[in-house]
């Protein structure tokens, strides 16, 4: 069974720095484009960033340009979202989601569950 597991979120202060866990079962992370979702209390959800199977960053929401970036570790079958210097208007439930054809903001097959990250001092 394919199964996505988001941790890592939780509340940091204007500035400070999280990273967010994707942790897969059921098939290899390596070999899909992984990207990464947020969605801001009453808003719709968006695409922050993806990288694809041949690790190559696209960049969804400029916002996060020079701040965010996403890293693999194979071995814990893992993707992870490297937040720097997070504003308040990062705050959100952040989602993995797994594609084995393309990195795209609508319509990737796999989605975990969510995690909380809440930017205030």
């Known amino acids: 069974q394919v199964q996505l597991v988001e941790s890592g979120g939780g509340l940091v202060q204007p500035g400070g720095s999280l990273r967010l866990s994707c942790a897969a079962s059921?098939?290899?992370?390596?070999?899909?484009?992984i990207g990464w979702f947020r969605q801001a209390p009453g808003k719709e959800r968006e695409g922050v960033l993806c990288v694809s199977n041949n690790d190559e960053l696209s960049y969804w929401a400029d916002s996060v340009k020079g701040r965010f970036t996403i890293s693999r570790d194979v071995v814990k079958n893992t993707v992870y979202l490297q937040m720097n210097s997070l504003k308040p208007e990062d705050t959100a439930v952040y989602y993995c989601?797994?594609?084995?054809?393309?990195?795209?903001?609508?319509?990737?097959?796999?989605w975990g569950q969510g995690t909380q990250v809440t930017v205030s001092s």
């Open positions: 989601a797994a594609d084995s054809f393309t990195c795209a903001e609508r319509g990737m097959d796999d």
């Open positions: 059921g098939f290899t992370l390596n070999y899909y484009n």
